[in-house]
DNA sequence: AAGATCGCCTGCAGGC
DNA sequence: TGCCTGCAGGCGATCT
């Protein structure tokens, strides 16, 4: 499941392959993989062709190619959407769902998305506290790897919340990249249990989760991106693996890294969390004093 | 109005 | 064997 870094190596794979390249054609084979871009397939196609990409963004889970038209093609590859760069005449994967091709003749861009989750859309670029990004994605907020993620601002944001921690590490508008696994995976290293109340975590706290967070993204982005199944595969086709240095995810009943406790699976959020009940005390229900 | 929940979507594992 | 259920889970829409 691609979190910030499988798209980031899908990002940074992408821009060795499209940059400067002229669209010439372009097919949309199944309707809900452009279903964000509201003015349909026909528009989508059609702000596509005869336009060049100019480089290779990304915030968060999202990337997007500027065109020369001012416009940009957003991108989220949802829980199993691949970028796959290919020659004109490698048959048509599965579950292609959009493919570019370039006026160079050279190998075009496919999109692949076996549950649809992904998509795409062509959009007008809009300016957010200081930085320019596709309208539709103006309520992301900028991702711990972002050069002007500012920390202390993102430890008051937390703070000022009336939730879950691991809610809010999920929650795109506060901080943006961070998934399911990378969120058991921060909570661990940080030994913070998941349930802990936002509001009533000290500042010391938060920013330790926080350098946890970007502490294993950053290991994940070294390693070349987490992969589970064989579903997420990096732009030049090969999967990435970094699974085997995962601490919790998906690791019930596996003894803890630090203590050797059963690591924990409970229901969360119509998804699982993955916890050491040792490390990761489950927050009393006691109201501290201000 | 912020926070919580729902529905979308496909393939596969596991139970009977 | 084949049907059924649960699970994977990000995100916009829709509730409370």
């Not at 496919?110 to 649809?116: C, E, P």
């Not at 000022?160 to 506060?174: G, P, V």
Request: charged share 25%.
């Amino acid at each position: 499941m691609p979190e910030l870094p499988e798209v980031e190596t899908v990002r940074a794979g992408l821009a060795r392959f499209v940059l400067d390249r002229e669209v010439a054609a372009v097919s949309v084979d199944h309707p809900r993989a452009v279903r964000r871009h509201v003015p349909g397939a026909g528009d989508f196609t059609s702000r596509l062709i005869g336009r060049r990409i100019l480089s290779a963004q990304r915030r968060g889970k999202y990337l997007w190619l500027p065109l020369d038209s001012g416009e940009a093609v957003l991108a989220h590859l949802g829980m199993s959407g691949q970028l796959l760069v290919q020659p004109s005449t490698a048959p048509a994967e599965k579950h292609l769902r959009v493919r570019l091709q370039f006026a160079d003749s050279g190998p075009e861009l496919r999109f692949v998305d076996q549950r649809t989750f992904g998509g795409l859309s062509v959009e007008p670029m809009v300016e957010v506290d200081g930085d320019v990004v596709p309208v539709s994605i103006a309520h992301i907020a900028r991702d711990p790897l972002d050069p002007r993620f500012e920390p202390a601002r993102f430890v008051t944001a937390l703070r000022r919340k009336h939730t879950e921690l691991k809610r809010a590490l999920l929650d795109q508008s506060l901080i943006s990249g961070i998934g399911n696994i990378y969120a058991d995976e921060a909570l661990w290293v940080a030994r913070l249990h998941y349930a802990r109340p936002t509001e009533k975590l000290a500042p010391a706290r938060a920013r330790e989760v926080l350098a946890a967070a970007i502490d294993v993204m950053t290991a994940a982005l070294a390693a070349g991106g987490t992969s589970f199944d064989s579903l997420y595969v990096n732009v030049n086709g090969a999967s990435g693996y970094f699974d085997r240095s995962l601490q919790a995810y998906g690791r019930e009943d596996k003894p803890c890294g630090r203590c050797g406790t059963p690591i924990r699976r409970e229901p969360f959020m119509n998804r699982s969390s993955y916890f050491c009940p040792h490390c990761q005390r489950r927050p009393s229900r006691a109201v501290l004093p201000l």
